[in-house]
């Protein structure tokens, strides 16, 4: 005997904005809460990135890349989760869809397939910087907005990934333990 399905009824529709608990506009929000789902899509998608990295790492400084990749893919996941969090509090509907994100984000996940770890950590260095540009400029559209807690949590997350970014240059540096003669 097989499982029966029903038709799931829609309570709300993506895009769809509405009033919120927390006492801002709902037009005013908006703009915001799209903001905020580009976001979304983007840490979502790096934290994939990060994963297939963390998966795939190998080579002589494979432990510590493994474990570096795996933090750097919790710090994505948890930008996530907070951005999803707070455009529900805004009334709106996080983009959840893996393939909705992929094509929402502001970088272009790599294709399957299993490369260098130096590429592989500069496409992970673009991706945090296409996410760290988009953070900026929508802090800057909520405070616009009145919505000083988004632009607070924005700001916060914008300090976080240029912390990640930051660590990923480390380990794409030179070797400074290189003799040069």
């Known amino acids: 005997m097989g499982a029966t399905t ?12 509405e009033s919120n608990p ?6 005013a929000v908006t703009g915001i809460v799209q903001a905020l789902n580009k976001d979304l899509a983007t840490a979502y998608t790096l934290y994939h990135q990060y994963k297939k990295h963390h998966w795939l790492v190998i080579g002589p400084q ?20 907070l951005l999803a969090e707070r455009i529900t509090a805004l009334g709106g509907v996080p983009l959840s869809s893996p393939a909705g994100q992929q ?8 294709e399957e397939g299993h490369f260098d770890i130096r590429s ?51 380990f794409l540096g030179q070797d400074t333990l290189h003799r040069f003669d």
């Open 103 to 110: 094509k929402e984000a502001a970088f272009t996940f790599e």
């Open 120 to 170: 592989s950590l500069e496409r992970d260095l673009a991706a945090e910087a296409a996410l760290i540009k988009d953070l900026r400029q929508h802090a800057i559209l909520a405070d616009k907005g009145a919505d000083q807690g988004t632009a607070h949590l924005l700001r916060e997350r914008l300090i976080h990934h240029e912390n990640q970014a930051h660590h990923l240059d480390h």
């Open 22 to 27: 927390i006492g801002l506009d709902r037009q």
């Open 62 to 81: 494979f432990r510590d890349l493994h474990l570096f990749l795996d933090e750097q893919a919790k710090g994505a996941l948890e930008t996530s989760d």
């Open 6 to 17: 029903t038709k799931a009824q829609s309570i709300q529709a993506f895009g769809q904005v």
